[in-house]
């Protein structure tokens, strides 16, 4: 069966500081992985994606994430938080063998000025 | 761009009410799925449909629940008899699905239901 933790309900950083948001992940077969965004009052929006071919994976807003099979982790980060960052990430997985994504829990990432 | 909407945003009922949440997807895409949040829970998965019948479906998508497209553009989730732990956020997504199960899911904006 196939699951996602995300560590940390709250994230908080200053504006300009790195950001990372933790997730691992658990799947018998090779995972696909995605990082989705909630901005308030809006719908999922996909931030980035691994599919198997390169580990480290750039998003839109300068966000990316490195797959390590070995660690079972697929981070999610940012070189430097701005306040329109600030929203809910949600890291999911899906494998081969069904369609449905598992989803995390969610970190809610708050910029401070 | 292209978008998935969804209405009602926010819809109260009395428990014992039929709901029904309408969704447009993407008008090229073929897959078509439901997922609620509960209130501060993780997003769950309810069903997917494709070629105009339900693909998957999970252990929360009982006999209260049932989806259909009535024409070319609408998808439809239908709540029969509501309770109170239907409550939650309730997200359609569409996908085309060529790139297999990497594919991206295009999600609305979510209709939130609240059972009274």
């Known amino acids: 069966a196939q699951s996602v933790t995300q560590l940390g309900s709250h994230v908080s950083v200053s504006e300009g500081a790195l950001v990372l948001l933790r997730c691992n992940y658990s799947?018998?077969?090779?995972?696909?992985l995605f990082w989705y965004v909630q901005y308030p009052n809006q719908g999922l929006q996909l931030l980035l994606k691994?599919?198997?071919?390169a580990t480290l994976v750039k998003g839109i807003n300068d966000f990316e994430a490195e797959f390590k099979k070995s660690e079972t982790s697929f981070h999610l980060t940012k070189p430097s938080a701005h306040m329109s960052d600030a929203a809910e990430y949600f890291c999911?997985?899906?494998?081969?063998?069904?369609?449905?994504?598992?989803w995390g829990a969610g970190t809610k990432l708050i910029i401070k000025p | 761009e292209p978008e998935v909407t969804q209405t009602p945003s926010h819809q109260v009922t009395q428990m014992g009410q039929e709901v029904i949440l309408r969704c447009v997807p993407i008008s090229n895409h073929l897959y078509f799925y439901w997922y609620r949040q509960i209130l501060g829970q993780k997003v769950e998965f309810l069903v997917s449909?494709?070629?105009?019948?339900?693909?998957?479906k999970s252990e929360i998508f009982d006999d209260q629940f049932s989806v259909e497209r009535p024409d070319g553009s609408n998808f439809t989730l239908k709540i029969r008899s509501t309770k109170l732990e239907d409550s939650a956020m309730y997200f359609c997504?569409?996908?085309?699905?060529?790139?297999?199960?990497?594919?991206?899911?295009?999600f609305g904006e979510g209709s939130r239901l609240t059972v009274l």
């Open positions: 999911a997985v899906r494998s081969d063998s069904n369609y449905q994504l598992i």
């Open positions: 691994y599919t198997s071919a």
């Open positions: 997504a569409s996908s085309d699905m060529r790139g297999g199960p990497g594919g991206e899911l295009f």
């Open positions: 799947s018998s077969v090779p995972p696909y």
């Open positions: 449909f494709y070629n105009n019948e339900i693909s998957e």
